[in-house]
């Protein structure tokens, strides 16, 4: 019989073998206890605290270069002005060397300046009362007897506080070379650097500290539309119905941002009223086939033997036919909404497509006016086709005896000289000035009797907008001619005159 331990069935390893493994302890480049990785397992700092922390940090950068620069700055100026008040000496002593006249011991004025005359082999030939009289401050072979030099010694040679500074003038004459010594003492210019750089480590925290504090409440303020818009978005999300920001009073980009999302929100809701009237309308216009044919199929149930299936067959039919066409036209409106417009996609003439599209029809009362030539436009043929069609319709329904269909070019210098113009003319009720531009809408239906369409829903001219909007055109209502009926003017863009096909190409 075996002595093995049977396997852990969720490891495929032996007991023990699990054991140790759930025992091992999770390396730092693994997930951590909950299964994320550790930099999930960081603080999130929201936008007021990274600004924060940029500012800050930015603000700490700034003031340690400052205060390195300023010390720099300090201990240069401090420096150079000792320079200046020893060459100052110096001079004044090397000029008494020059008219033989060096006083022994040589006047200084304080304490902490030592002046040494030696010639050229070292020796002391005339000092200030504190200065050592047997060994010179700088040794005779780090002196140029040519020019004036600074040099820094050690403290114990010129009897003073460290550091200590030496400058070097030459003096007497060609025949008794001279150099005058000059020694100051340092310590006045470190202890002020020292006193500086110590203000400046205990006032540096501090100002960070108050500055991040007033930048804290200064972006606090700040952010506090954006909290304000925050607080009016989720509102009217969690609400039905309308709703609005809270516009800032301070004209700035809040301001605009507040104003440009109330806008979007008025398009936002402008849209969602219109779908559902679109929803509702469509509805509607499906509901009446609908109900149609089920009255028919009842009718034809309840009196089978007395039907006349003929009829019955037209009916249906018919209402069929009307809810296909409704159908249809729904389904190009939804296209149409969401494919966006494709221009240029090829030449069309437009005295070709008016006579194409008035041929479906009688000679009576649709005419077509000889166009002056070939105007050619660039669009879609068949969305083009589409747009005449639904306008010959329209007028072919309300027209009392003719429609006239014409196509003539906008002259050179109008201002819409880069269109053509299409007119659909018809002798109909016309449509009163106040709704010329409401007929375009969607399931739009007028009171007057031009608008009483039992085969239509209220659909041709809204898809007739949408197709002249994608093709780059416009289109408007005006009266007939003589004040009577209604003439459609569709303007189309104009093809231009070296891309015109040749040929008949």
Do not use: C, K
């Not at 022994?104 to 010639?119: C, E, M, T, Y």
């Not at 003492?185 to 650097?193: I, L, N």
């Not at 659909?459 to 002249?468: K, S, T, Y």
Request: hydrophobic share 45%; no cysteine; proline share 8%.
């Amino acid at each position: 019989m075996s002595t093995d331990a049977p396997a852990d069935l969720t490891t495929g390893e032996p007991p023990a073998a699990a054991a140790a493994t759930a025992d091992r302890p999770a390396t730092s480049a693994g997930p951590g206890p909950a299964g994320r990785p550790w930099r999930s397992r960081l603080p999130v700092l929201g936008l007021r605290g990274r600004l924060m922390a940029i500012g800050v940090f930015g603000l700490a950068v700034g003031l340690a270069l400052g205060g390195v620069v300023l010390l720099g700055a300090l201990g240069y100026v401090l420096q150079r002005t000792v320079d200046t008040e020893a060459f100052r000496t110096a001079d004044a002593v090397a000029l008494l060397a020059a008219e033989d006249a060096l006083p022994d011991p040589l006047p200084v004025a304080g304490g902490q300046v030592r002046v040494q005359v030696i010639d050229a082999q070292g020796r002391i030939r005339a000092a200030s009362i504190d200065a050592d009289r047997l060994v010179p401050m700088v040794r005779p072979e780090r002196l140029n007897g040519d020019r004036r030099q600074r040099l820094e010694v050690p403290a114990e040679r010129a009897g003073l506080a460290g550091p200590v500074r030496v400058v070097a003038v030459p003096a007497g004459t060609a025949a008794d070379p001279l150099t005058v010594l000059v020694a100051r003492s340092m310590a006045d210019v470190r202890h002020s650097t020292h006193v500086v750089r110590t203000i400046l480590l205990v006032a540096f925290p501090l100002l960070v500290a108050v500055l991040a504090a007033v930048a804290w409440r200064v972006v606090g303020a700040t952010l506090r539309p954006v909290e304000a818009l925050r607080r009016g978005a989720e509102e009217i999300t969690g609400r039905a119905g309308t709703g609005r920001l809270p516009v800032p009073a301070s004209a700035d980009e809040i301001h605009r941002l507040a104003v440009t999302l109330n806008g979007m929100l008025d398009r936002l809701e402008s849209a969602r009223a219109r779908q559902r009237a679109f929803v509702s309308d469509a509805a509607h216009e499906l509901r009446s086939p609908l109900t149609n044919i089920r009255t028919e199929l009842e009718v034809a149930q309840r009196l089978a033997s007395r039907t006349d299936w003929t009829a019955v067959t037209a009916n249906l039919l018919a209402d069929t036919d009307r809810l296909s066409r409704l159908v249809d036209d729904l389904l190009l409106l939804a296209r149409l909404d969401e494919t966006p417009p494709a221009r240029g996609t090829g030449p069309v003439e437009l005295g070709a497509l008016l006579t194409e599209v008035a041929a479906r029809y009688p000679s009576p009362p649709v005419r077509v006016a000889p166009p002056p030539g070939p105007l050619w436009t660039v669009g879609n043929a068949d969305e083009l086709r589409r747009v005449l069609a639904n306008l010959v319709d329209n007028a072919v329904r309300h027209a009392y005896g003719a429609v006239l269909l014409a196509v003539e070019a906008t002259p050179a210098g109008h201002p819409e000289a880069a269109y053509h113009l299409v007119t659909v003319t018809d002798d109909g009720p016309g449509i009163p000035v106040a709704d010329r531009e409401r007929v375009f809408g969607r399931f739009t239906r007028l009171d007057d009797g031009r608008a009483r369409d039992d085969g239509g829903a209220g659909l041709g001219l809204a898809i007739v907008w949408e197709l002249v909007r994608r093709a780059g055109g416009r289109i408007a209502l005006t009266d007939g001619d003589d004040q009577r009926g209604l003439q459609v003017r569709l303007l189309l863009p104009a093809l231009p005159v070296d891309e015109e096909p040749r040929d008949g190409g």
